[in-house]
């Protein structure tokens, strides 16, 4: 079995769901692929991954209304272990890169972590992921049983949910004690598309000269184009703009159908993050930027002539 432990909100499966199903699809080993739903009030997630899975295994409890990487490791390995699972795949989030190390010790199984491609063959498990602050893409191999990876988000293509639901079943856990309180919790408020959902991401860098150009150009252009804001480390260091819109080896990996690239030169750690982009558009006054070597499209010249420009051109 290939168990996938769902990452999922409000109800729905996570975009970083979708790819892991692609991934455990390609990974070519034997075996029903079934996928884990943790939480509270999960029957939405659960209908989801029906339409993808081989099997989908529930566990909707008020223990699960909070994340705790205690909780979460220990459910995804007895499921893992009761399933005789070889092959148990997490998200690259925040979360899952905090508790899969916990699931591998249980299992006493090799961990691979923030894979971007995963094979079997010849009776070993090869994957591939980014070091030396993603300069590097490096080749890993395992002849381990069993094992736990961890998927970067945006590494794979989303898969496509089918029309037959699979079976669902409601599983029984021998959970620890929580011995982590949550007190209370603030959350980032905005109206506009996440990273990880959108096909379309303008972001922006230094080349947009301050907060207010940032707001101008690249919210600007956005709106016209129902699309998400991203942005550079330097800019998110600077305080421009929240972490949560970080595109890079230190941020978020995106893959959307169009990233439109403004003001920003195209540092190795950025490009790691969004290089898989189906269409790159690339504005920067430097005509030798990195950031063009991997554009489809490049615009040379002043980002504050050419974007208010475009925007003018899409609201018209």
């Known amino acids: 079995m290939i168990l996938i432990a769902a990452e999922h909100a409000n109800g729905k499966l996570s975009r970083s769901t979708y790819e892991i199903v692609t991934c455990a699809r390609e990974l070519?080993?034997?075996?029903?692929i079934a996928i884990l739903i943790l939480g509270k009030d999960v029957v939405g997630a659960a209908a989801e991954a029906a339409l993808v899975a081989d099997q989908v295994l529930v566990a909707d409890r008020a223990?699960?209304?909070?994340?705790?990487?205690?909780?979460?490791?220990?459910?995804?390995?007895q499921i893992a272990s009761e399933g005789e699972a070889h092959t148990v795949l997490i998200g690259g989030s925040r979360s899952g890169r905090e508790y899969s190390p916990r699931v591998a010790v249980r299992l006493d199984a090799a961990l691979l972590e923030?894979?971007?491609?995963?094979?079997?063959a010849k009776d070993a498990v090869s994957a591939q992921h980014y070091t030396y602050l993603a300069r590097v893409t490096e080749k890993i191999e395992t002849p381990a049983k069993t094992i736990v990876a961890t998927v970067k988000?945006?590494?794979?293509?989303?898969?496509?949910?089918?029309?037959?639901?699979?079976?669902?079943?409601?599983?029984?856990?021998?959970?620890?004690?929580r011995r982590v309180k949550v007190i209370g919790r603030s959350l980032e408020k905005t109206?506009?598309?996440s990273l990880s959902e959108a096909d379309i991401v303008v972001a922006?860098?230094?080349?947009?000269?301050?907060?207010?150009?940032?707001t101008k150009l690249v919210e600007g252009l956005a709106d016209q184009l129902g699309a998400a804001v991203g942005a550079t480390r330097a800019?998110?260091?600077?305080?421009?703009?929240?972490?949560?819109?970080?595109v890079g080896q230190t941020g978020k990996t995106v893959q959307p159908k169009a990233y439109i690239a403004i003001g920003i030169s195209g540092a190795v750690q950025h490009l790691s993050g969004?290089?898989?982009?189906?269409?790159?558009?690339?504005?920067?006054?430097?005509?030798?930027?990195?950031?063009?070597?991997?554009?489809?499209?490049?615009?040379?010249?002043?980002?504050?002539?050419?974007?208010?420009a475009l925007i003018d051109g899409l609201r018209k």
């Open 28 to 32: 070519g080993r034997e075996g029903p």
């Open 63 to 77: 223990q699960f209304a909070q994340y705790d990487a205690e909780l979460w490791s220990a459910a995804v390995a």
């Open 114 to 120: 923030d894979v971007t491609s995963l094979r079997f």
């Open 153 to 177: 988000p945006g590494s794979f293509a989303a898969a496509a949910p089918g029309s037959n639901h699979a079976e669902q079943f409601d599983v029984d856990l021998n959970l620890p004690e």
């Open 191 to 193: 109206a506009r598309i």
């Open 204 to 214: 922006g860098g230094r080349g947009v000269g301050s907060a207010d150009g940032f």
């Open 235 to 246: 800019i998110v260091d600077a305080g421009w703009r929240p972490y949560s819109e970080q």
């Open 274 to 308: 969004m290089s898989k982009s189906k269409i790159i558009v690339a504005i920067n006054k430097d005509g030798d930027a990195p950031i063009f070597k991997v554009a489809d499209y490049g615009i040379v010249g002043d980002v504050q002539q050419i974007v208010p």
